[in-house]
C-alpha cells in the first residue's frame, strides 16, 4: 500500500493519507510518504496549492499507537511527526486540510498547520494530548480559537463537533460531504491565483509568531518523547 495518494484537481495537488482500515492513522510509513509528497510537491511548478484529505470518510486518527517501535524508533517518528508539523507550517504554497470525520491527535495537529480548514458535517476534532501527558495542540490552536476555547479543548481533550468547529473558527468553511474534496481544490486554487496571496500568508505568520511557536511545541515533543523512553 502507497499510504499516500497524490492526485490532482485543477493545479492543486491532493495528497490523500489512505489507511481506511486504521482511520489513516499515521505509522512511520504513512509519515515518511507524507513528508516526501510534500517535498516533491512544494518545487512542482505544475502545482500552485495542496489540499490534505484523508481517505474513507476520515481524515486522521493520528499517530498509530499500535505500530510497534523500540525506544530510538520512537524517538525517530517523533521526530518525524515535528518534520511534517514545521514543513506544513512553512509551505512555500497554500495548503487547505480537507476534513471529513475523525481529526484527532496528530491529524488534528496536521490539520491547524494548514491555511485553511475545510470541513463536511461529519467532521470531529479533537486533541487527546493531555489524556497521555503530551504536550500538543499548543503552538496553533490559541492563534485560531483564542487562548480560552484553546485550554477548554486541550485540557478536557473533548471531541468537537462541526458545527461547533465553525463557530470557534477552528473550521474556515462548512461543505456538504459531496462537495468537500472539489470545494476544497477550489478554494485552494482561488488562494494561488492572488499574486500576493503567499506574502500575505508569510506576513501573517511572521506578525502570529507561528514558525517559532511551532517550534517551541515540537521541542516539547521530543523532551517527552525522550523521557519515555
Given amino acids: 500500500m502507497k499510504r499516500v495518494n497524490v492526485g490532482r484537481m485543477q493545479d492543486v495537488a491532493i495528497l490523500e493519507m489512505d489507511r481506511p482500515s486504521a482511520k489513516n492513522a499515521m505509522d512511520t510509513p504513512m509519515l515518511n510518504a507524507l513528508i516526501d509528497a510534500l ?29 510497534v517501535v523500540d525506544p530510538q524508533g520512537a524517538v525517530a517518528r517523533m521526530r518525524r511527526f ?26 488534528a495537529e ?9 470541513a463536511d458535517k461529519t467532521a470531529k476534532i479533537r486533541f487527546p494530548g493531555a489524556a497521555f ?16 476555547h484553546a485550554k477548554d479543548l486541550l485540557m478536557t481533550t473533548r471531541t468537537v ?28 486554487s482561488e488562494i494561488a491565483a492572488n499574486p500576493g496571496a503567499m506574502v500575505q500568508k508569510r506576513s501573517l505568520d511572521a506578525a502570529s509568531g507561528l514558525a517559532s511557536r511551532t517550534g517551541s511545541e515540537n521541542r516539547s515533543l521530543r523532551r517527552w518523547q525522550k523521557d519515555q523512553s
Avoid at 501527558?133 to 480560552?148: D, H, M
Fill in 161 to 188: 463537533e462541526a458545527e461547533e468547529a465553525f463557530r470557534l473558527g477552528l473550521f474556515n468553511r462548512l461543505v456538504d460531504a459531496p462537495d468537500l474534496l472539489t470545494d476544497s481544490a477550489t478554494i485552494a
Fill in 39 to 67: 517535498l516533491a510537491v512544494s518545487t512542482d511548478t505544475g502545482f500552485n496549492a495542496v489540499v490534505i484529505t484523508g481517505a474513507g470518510g476520515t481524515f486522521s486518527a493520528g499517530a498509530d499507537i499500535a505500530e
Fill in 110 to 118: 496536521v490539520a491547524t498547520a494548514c491555511d485553511l480548514r475545510v
Fill in 82 to 107: 515535528a518534520q511534517l508539523y514545521e514543513l506544513v507550517v512553512g509551505f512555500p504554497k497554500p495548503v487547505v486540510a480537507a476534513i471529513s470525520g475523525h481529526c484527532v491527535g496528530g491529524g
Fill in 133 to 148: 501527558g503530551i504536550p500538543v495542540g499548543t503552538a496553533r490552536l490559541p492563534l485560531l480559537v483564542g487562548l480560552s
